[in-house]
């Protein structure tokens, strides 16, 4: 049996995500303690804001060591827009910040110095897949998402890059190690494309079904 827990860390869009699930016909629970999260089988970290204000909250709380405990414990996890940047070893937003190590990397300042761009980052990009996962099924290739971001992340590793985005640069959209995944993207506000990414995720991954033509 699913149990689908939404990580209140005090800078999250949950109603908007909790939302989504409902979409999906999916129950979720808002879990603000570590307690609740031994019995989690998929976790969602949303998350809005500052790198440094968000992981003190959930540091204080102890999420932080919940969420770490239950991914080693095999829950699956994935965190979205700030809550993606949660899971690199560090941030440089105002100041060092150390993040919860789940994925070898850092969150620094998009650089856009070459390009006469906007920051934040704010609209729709293309999302192109170079990865095969099923967390794409039934999407085509390049998808369309909403992003609202002013850092990016580095991944150490490139093997935990599964998609990127171009916006003057090329930058990481979607990482993944093991049962841990990130979008940059907001998928509770890219319509049919990002219910579809949560809905895969929530699956089990028996099968490989990637389908890179248009979905119906």
């Known amino acids: 049996m699913k149990k689908i827990h939404l990580i209140d860390c005090g800078l999250g869009n949950l109603k908007s995500v909790s939302n989504a699930f409902e979409?999906?016909?999916c129950k979720t629970v808002i879990c603000s303690?570590?307690?609740?999260?031994?019995d989690?089988?998929?976790i969602i970290l949303p998350g809005v804001g500052s790198?440094?204000?968000g992981i003190i909250k959930?540091?204080?709380s102890g999420l932080s060591?919940?969420?770490v405990s239950a991914v080693k414990s095999g829950s699956k996890l994935l965190g979205i827009c700030l809550g993606m940047q949660f899971l690199f070893d560090k941030s440089y937003e105002f100041g060092e910040n150390e993040g919860l190590h789940l994925i070898p990397g850092k969150v620094q300042?998009?650089?856009?110095s070459e390009h006469k761009l906007r920051i934040p980052h704010i609209g729709w990009n293309d999302t192109f897949i170079i990865k095969d996962d099923p967390l794409f099924n039934g999407l085509r290739n390049p998808t369309c998402f909403y992003y609202i971001n002013s850092f990016s992340c580095i991944c150490d590793n490139s093997e935990n890059i599964l998609g990127e985005y171009e916006y003057g640069n090329k930058f990481v959209a979607i990482v993944r190690k093991d049962k841990v995944f990130g979008v940059q993207f907001h998928p509770e506000k890219s319509h049919k494309e990002g219910l579809k990414i949560l809905s895969n995720f929530i699956k089990d991954y028996a099968e490989k079904t990637f389908n890179t033509s248009p979905s119906s």
């Not at 303690?33 to 031994?38: A, C, E, N, R």
């Not at 300042?109 to 856009?112: E, F, I, Q, V």
Request: hydrophobic share 30%; net charge negative; glycine share 8%.
């Open 33 to 38: 303690s570590p307690g609740q999260l031994k």
């Open 51 to 53: 790198f440094n204000e």
């Open 23 to 25: 979409i999906l016909d």
């Open 58 to 60: 959930l540091n204080e």
């Open 109 to 112: 300042k998009m650089d856009l």
């Open 65 to 67: 060591e919940g969420i």
């Open 40 to 42: 989690s089988t998929h």
